[in-house]
């Protein structure tokens, strides 16, 4: 016989599987994914599918055909049911006005207008609340929603590509023809636009915009557009650049007054030791929960020496430079270590 806890974990699985269905969507909101368990059978499943709409617990029980079930049933929900009114009404209200008797949560929602909130107003109506199940996955699945809300930060990913014997780029000089050397595969340069469209905000600094005029979105995956963030303290950068189009949100970090326009922000700050921090905090403002930093060894630099970074993806190409920009020094532990295409992705984490 399955033991109960394995049975709750079988289903939290399911729950993780459809709350990851949101992904690039849900923003500022949590990825949640619900399931309805009667008599050791699924009645009903759900996902929180975008910011603003149901939410998965909501979405899960719209889907049981028979509401009288839901009076001996179980629902699993990988993160905490809301019980406070946003732009959805509460969760865990709804749970018990429908009289469901069990509820096995992933994790504890961090957010100060639910943590602990919900489950205490689940039990305070007599439901049997199981928390912590698969909750390492449950965290891992939503560690930019959490990192906004502990940290005060976004969840920062630091991303490059190096030649084998450890350069990102040749030395190029600004307004000459040189192109950057092609180090990253197809495969690989299809799963760096997978990435972007999974993070909230994509950062780089002034030398890649001269250097590369980058559009800085999605061309090879479909999702959201990432909002563009560079650095531009003297405003050198001519008007006619890709990354100031207006087709997708852009925010301009300078020192200089310049007037903003539709879509093309421009964000005033002090270019000095705190700049690293003040843009994060001006991020958390805006509810970004993540920045992919894909900027030169300055920017990559900046990050790496104020510890403001959660992961760093490096590429490894088997392309051999021999001389150039010098990557940046990977830190960190080393999480996982993947073969794809003709590179190796080291992926390591700030603990």
Not at 86 to 92: L, N, W
Not at 166 to 172: Q, T, V, W
Not at 290 to 310: C, Q, R
Request: a neutral charge.
């Amino acid at each position: 016989m399955i033991q109960s806890d394995n049975i709750d974990k079988m289903y939290m699985r399911r729950c993780l599987q459809l709350a990851a269905l949101g992904r690039g969507n849900t923003s500022p909101n949590p990825m949640v994914g619900a399931v309805v368990v009667c008599d050791g059978r699924i009645i009903g499943e759900g996902y929180h599918r975008k910011c603003g709409e149901a939410h998965a617990e909501v979405n899960a029980i719209r889907t049981v055909n028979d509401k009288e079930l839901l009076k001996r049933s179980t629902i699993y929900v990988s993160l905490e049911p809301c019980s406070h009114w946003g732009k959805t009404p509460p969760c865990s209200k709804l749970i018990i006005e429908m009289g469901i008797p069990r509820v096995v949560i992933g994790s504890v929602d961090p957010f100060f207008e639910v943590s602990g909130r919900g489950i205490r107003m689940l039990r305070e109506a007599g439901v049997n609340v199981t928390v912590g199940v698969l909750e390492q996955e449950c965290l891992e699945l939503n560690k930019a929603f959490f990192s906004l809300q502990e940290k005060g930060r976004p969840f920062v990913i630091l991303k490059w590509a190096q030649s084998a014997d450890g350069f990102i780029d040749r030395k190029r000089v600004v307004g000459s023809s040189d192109k950057p050397v092609k180090i990253s595969d197809e495969m690989n340069s299809i799963l760096v636009h997978k990435l972007r469209s999974e993070t909230d905000a994509i950062l780089v600094g002034t030398r890649t915009v001269e250097l590369d005029d980058p559009q800085l979105t999605l061309r090879k995956w479909n999702g959201n557009d990432p909002v563009r963030v560079f650095l531009d303290r003297e405003l050198k950068i001519s008007s006619e650049a890709r990354i100031l189009d207006g087709a997708v949100r852009t925010l301009v970090i300078t020192e200089k007054e310049s007037v903003s326009r539709e879509n093309v922000e421009y964000v005033r700050m002090t270019f000095d030791d705190t700049l690293i921090p003040t843009i994060m905090n001006e991020l958390a403002v805006r509810k970004i929960q993540s920045v992919l930093v894909e900027g030169g060894a300055s920017v990559l630099n900046s990050f790496i020496n104020n510890g403001i970074w959660d992961e760093m993806r490096i590429e490894i190409s088997p392309v051999v430079l021999e001389d150039g920009v010098k990557a940046p020094s990977s830190s960190g532990t080393l999480k996982e270590m993947n073969h794809i295409g003709k590179s190796v992705v080291m992926t390591y984490v700030n603990k």
